[in-house]
């Protein structure tokens, strides 16, 4: 298996601009997740889907993030507009959920270094 | 709600020494613990895992850790390190998280550790 695969690995845009991070997650997985990693805060849980289903957002910082997951195979998480302080590594992880009583191993992707001048 | 504290930001160590990074953690009902290791540009993988019975848990690359209830710790250990060995260090907590949509094993990570292994 490839594992998780995420686009693009490196993106710089403007404060303004609209931004959207891509990742398509281990084939048979049925859960993602997407974190944000920053100096300040760490590595913060922003939403977890299952089943294609947004089931926590409670970490999304603001109207300005949205994320979608239209099917097994592919999320994107948005941003706009951007502002500087978005900027930080975004990292998405997929895993196959056995259910609320027991924890899964949880696979990253490389990442996505973004950067908002 | 649960949390993971990690002391040491960053842990210098001479290659072939031993080394223990330290992981404390804080959580209202049992849970589930976890040691990723992240390398430089990529992202993080898991070295090992605690869920249950053996509180000696041993993880890929020769790492172990210890799960110690009473003192709410899991700290990592080599007993020899090797240059590749070079990365930052995640602790991290499981536990259960229950939304309208449904519930889920909520994982939140330490602050991380960056072990540095001097040739």
């Not at chain 2, 804080?26 to 053996?54: M, T």
């Not at chain 2, 995640?90 to 259960?96: E, I, N, Q, T």
């Not at chain 2, 330490?110 to 072990?115: D, E, H």
Request: charged share 15%; with cysteine.
């Amino acid at each position: 298996d490839a594992g998780v695969i995420q686009s693009p690995r490196h993106e710089v845009t403007e404060m303004g601009q609209e931004v959207t991070l891509r990742c398509k997650p281990i084939s048979g997985h049925n859960s993602l997740f997407w974190y944000r990693q920053t100096m300040m805060r760490g590595l913060e849980l922003l939403i977890y889907f299952n089943n294609n289903v947004p089931i926590d957002d409670s970490g999304m910082p603001e109207d300005r993030f949205s994320a979608k997951m239209p099917n097994a195979s592919f999320s994107t998480l948005k941003i706009q507009p951007s502002e500087p302080r978005d900027s930080a590594v975004y990292f998405c992880a997929s895993s196959w959920h056995l259910g609320v009583s027991t924890s899964e191993t949880q696979y990253f992707g490389p990442g996505t270094r973004l950067l908002v001048l | 709600a649960q949390s993971v504290t990690q002391l040491d930001s960053q842990v210098p160590v001479f290659e072939e020494a031993p080394v223990e990074l330290r992981c404390n953690y804080s959580s209202s009902v049992s849970v589930y613990l976890f040691w990723y290791v992240q390398y430089p540009n990529q992202g993080l993988q898991l070295l090992l895992k605690y869920l249950s019975g053996s509180t000696l848990v041993k993880g890929i690359n020769g790492f172990e850790a210890e799960f110690n209830k009473s003192q709410t710790s899991f700290h990592l250990r080599k007993p020899s390190v090797h240059i590749s060995d070079t990365a930052e260090y995640f602790c991290a907590v499981s536990d259960r998280m229950w939304r309208i949509s449904g519930g889920y094993q909520k994982v939140t990570f330490g602050t991380g550790t960056k072990l540095q292994v001097i040739p």
